[in-house]
C-alpha cells in the first residue's frame, strides 16, 4: 500500500479558495519521441536500478530466469501461505481483543488505539511480534539498526522528551510492517483502508487517521486538525500512541528525499527522524515504478533481501522552527538527508504520475 499523504497544511486558513494541488500529467508533457534515458534525467528520483529495469520488465540474464523460475514454484507458494496464516492469526487476535469494545470515535475517524489495560497491551505485543515475523518472511532475516548522534550544530535540550510522531523516508510498503515491528504508531492512510477486509480492523487497532484523498477542503483542514491534536497527545502523554508519517508523499527508489509536507510539523512538537536504506543484489525492494502485484511476487521470489535502519536523536525544534512549520520541515529534511547519504529533489507526487504515465504509454507501444 502506497502512502501519499497530502499536505494538510496547504489550505489557507480563511476559507479561501486553495490552489488544487493534484498532478495534471499536461502540467509535465511527454510525448512518446522522449527516450527512457531522458526521462530516467527527469526523474531519477522514481528509477530502478535493479536488474529487473524499468517497471520491473528488462530482459533478464539467463540465470536470474533459472532463480526466477525455481523460485516461482517453491519459495513463493511457501511464503504466501505463510504470510496469509499470519494475517489471519493477527487480525483474529484483534477481533477478541476488540469484542464488546466500543472504538474510540472523533471527526469521522474511528480506531481502538486508545483503549487500556491487557487489550492494548495484547494488540501491541502481538503487533510488533508478527510484524517481525512477517518481515522474516520477506526474506529480511537481520535488520541492523545503528543510532546517529549528529545533530549538526543544533542544540538540543538536556532533558530527552518523547517525541510526539516518527518522521521516515518512504521507499517502500515494506516501511510500514518494520515501524509496526519497531514502534508500532498510528500512520495517516486513505479511508478506504478501514473498509478492507482483515486489514481494516488492524489499521484500527493501530490507530490510523483515515483520509479521504480526493475530498474537499474542509474535510482536509478536518483531517490536519486531527493530526496534530493526536501528535501533541503523544508528545504529552506517554500512553498515548506515536504518529507516524512519511512526509514526502509518495515512494522514491531509495536514493532520494523528497520535499517534505509540513502537516506532520504543525503541532510544534519534537520529531524522531527514522532513515530506512534497502540494499540488494538483484532486486530493489523500493516500490516505485513498479506495479503493486509484480513488486510482491518479485521480492518474495528473492531469497535474501536487506534492510538497514538509521535512527537520529530526537529533533527538539527552535522557537524559529515552531513558528514556521516550512522551516522546520525543510531542516529535519536536511538534517536526513545527510546522516542518510540522500540526495535531495525537488520532485513530488505530481512528476511520479507524470514519469509512470509516460512509461506506460512508451510500454503500451512496444
Given at each position: 500500500?502506497?502512502?501519499?499523504?497530502?499536505?494538510?497544511?496547504?489550505?489557507?486558513?480563511?476559507?479561501?479558495?486553495?490552489?488544487?494541488?493534484?498532478?495534471?500529467?499536461?502540467?509535465?508533457?511527454?510525448?512518446?519521441?522522449?527516450?527512457?534515458?531522458?526521462?530516467?534525467?527527469?526523474?531519477?528520483?522514481?528509477?530502478?536500478?535493479?536488474?529487473?529495469?524499468?517497471?520491473?520488465?528488462?530482459?533478464?540474464?539467463?540465470?536470474?530466469?533459472?532463480?526466477?523460475?525455481?523460485?516461482?514454484?517453491?519459495?513463493?507458494?511457501?511464503?504466501?501461505?505463510?504470510?496469509?496464516?499470519?494475517?489471519?492469526?493477527?487480525?483474529?487476535?484483534?477481533?477478541?481483543?476488540?469484542?464488546?469494545?466500543?472504538?474510540?470515535?472523533?471527526?469521522?475517524?474511528?480506531?481502538?488505539?486508545?483503549?487500556?489495560?491487557?487489550?492494548?497491551?495484547?494488540?501491541?505485543?502481538?503487533?510488533?511480534?508478527?510484524?517481525?515475523?512477517?518481515?522474516?518472511?520477506?526474506?529480511?532475516?537481520?535488520?541492523?539498526?545503528?543510532?546517529?548522534?549528529?545533530?549538526?550544530?543544533?542544540?538540543?535540550?538536556?532533558?530527552?522528551?518523547?517525541?510526539?510522531?516518527?518522521?521516515?523516508?518512504?521507499?517502500?510498503?515494506?516501511?510500514?510492517?518494520?515501524?509496526?515491528?519497531?514502534?508500532?504508531?498510528?500512520?495517516?492512510?486513505?479511508?478506504?483502508?478501514?473498509?478492507?477486509?482483515?486489514?481494516?480492523?488492524?489499521?484500527?487497532?493501530?490507530?490510523?487517521?483515515?483520509v479521504q484523498r480526493e475530498s474537499k477542503s474542509s474535510e482536509f483542514?478536518?483531517?490536519?486538525?486531527?493530526?496534530?491534536?493526536?501528535?501533541?497527545?503523544?508528545?504529552?502523554?506517554?500512553?498515548?500512541?506515536?504518529?507516524?508519517?512519511?512526509?514526502?508523499?509518495?515512494?522514491?527508489?531509495?536514493?532520494?528525499?523528497?520535499?517534505?509536507?509540513?502537516?506532520?510539523?504543525?503541532?510544534?512538537?519534537?520529531?524522531?527522524?527514522?532513515?530506512?536504506?534497502?540494499?540488494?543484489?538483484?532486486?530493489?525492494p523500493a516500490w516505485d515504478s513498479i506495479s503493486g502485484v509484480r513488486?510482491?511476487?518479485?521480492?518474495?521470489?528473492?531469497?535474501?533481501?536487506?534492510?538497514?535502519?538509521?535512527?537520529?536523536?530526537?529533533?527538539?525544534?527552535?522557537?524559529?522552527?515552531?513558528?514556521?512549520?516550512?522551516?522546520?520541515?525543510?531542516?529535519?529534511?536536511?538534517?536526513?538527508?545527510?546522516?542518510?547519504?540522500?540526495?535531495?529533489?525537488?520532485?513530488?507526487?505530481?512528476?511520479?504520475?507524470?514519469?509512470?504515465?509516460?512509461?506506460?504509454?512508451?510500454?503500451?507501444?512496444?
Amino acid at each position: 500500500m502506497e502512502s501519499e499523504l497530502k499536505d494538510l497544511n496547504s489550505r489557507p486558513p480563511n476559507g479561501s479558495s486553495a490552489r488544487d494541488d493534484r498532478p495534471l500529467l499536461k502540467s509535465e508533457s511527454l510525448t512518446s519521441a522522449d527516450s527512457i534515458a531522458e526521462m530516467e534525467k527527469k526523474f531519477a528520483a522514481y528509477v530502478r536500478r535493479d536488474i529487473y529495469g524499468t517497471m520491473g520488465r528488462g530482459e533478464l540474464p539467463p540465470k536470474e530466469k533459472l532463480l526466477l523460475g525455481f523460485a516461482l514454484v517453491t519459495l513463493l507458494p511457501i511464503r504466501v501461505v505463510l504470510a496469509v496464516t499470519v494475517l489471519l492469526f493477527y487480525y483474529l487476535i484483534c477481533r477478541v481483543c476488540t469484542l464488546f469494545y466500543a472504538p474510540n470515535q472523533e471527526d469521522e475517524q474511528e480506531d481502538y488505539a486508545h483503549m487500556s489495560g491487557w487489550r492494548r497491551a495484547v494488540i501491541v505485543s502481538c503487533g510488533r511480534a508478527l510484524s517481525r515475523v512477517m518481515l522474516f518472511i520477506f526474506g529480511f532475516y537481520w535488520i541492523p539498526e545503528s543510532n546517529s548522534a549528529s545533530q549538526g550544530d543544533k542544540q538540543q535540550p538536556e532533558e530527552s522528551d518523547r517525541p510526539g510522531v516518527i518522521i521516515s523516508n518512504h521507499v517502500s510498503y515494506l516501511d510500514i510492517l518494520y515501524h509496526m515491528s519497531s514502534s508500532f504508531p498510528s500512520f495517516v492512510a486513505k479511508r478506504s483502508v478501514a473498509r478492507l477486509p482483515l486489514v481494516g480492523l488492524i489499521s484500527k487497532c493501530l490507530g490510523c487517521v483515515y483520509v479521504q484523498r480526493e475530498s474537499k477542503s474542509s474535510e482536509f483542514k478536518g483531517v490536519s486538525a486531527v493530526v496534530t491534536d493526536r501528535i501533541r497527545e503523544a508528545h504529552q502523554n506517554e500512553s498515548a500512541p506515536l504518529m507516524m508519517l512519511f512526509p514526502e508523499g509518495t515512494t522514491t527508489n531509495g536514493e532520494f528525499l523528497l520535499p517534505f509536507k509540513t502537516g506532520g510539523f504543525l503541532a510544534k512538537a519534537p520529531v524522531l527522524p527514522v532513515i530506512l536504506r534497502y540494499h540488494y543484489q538483484r532486486f530493489s525492494p523500493a516500490w516505485d515504478s513498479i506495479s503493486g502485484v509484480r513488486h510482491v511476487i518479485f521480492l518474495l521470489c528473492q531469497f535474501v533481501n536487506f534492510m538497514e535502519v538509521i535512527r537520529l536523536p530526537i529533533y527538539h525544534p527552535s522557537q524559529q522552527e515552531m513558528d514556521d512549520p516550512k522551516l522546520y520541515a525543510n531542516n529535519v529534511r536536511r538534517l536526513m538527508a545527510s546522516e542518510g547519504n540522500l540526495i535531495l529533489s525537488d520532485i513530488g507526487l505530481a512528476e511520479k504520475r507524470t514519469y509512470h504515465a509516460a512509461l506506460n504509454g512508451l510500454f503500451s507501444q512496444c
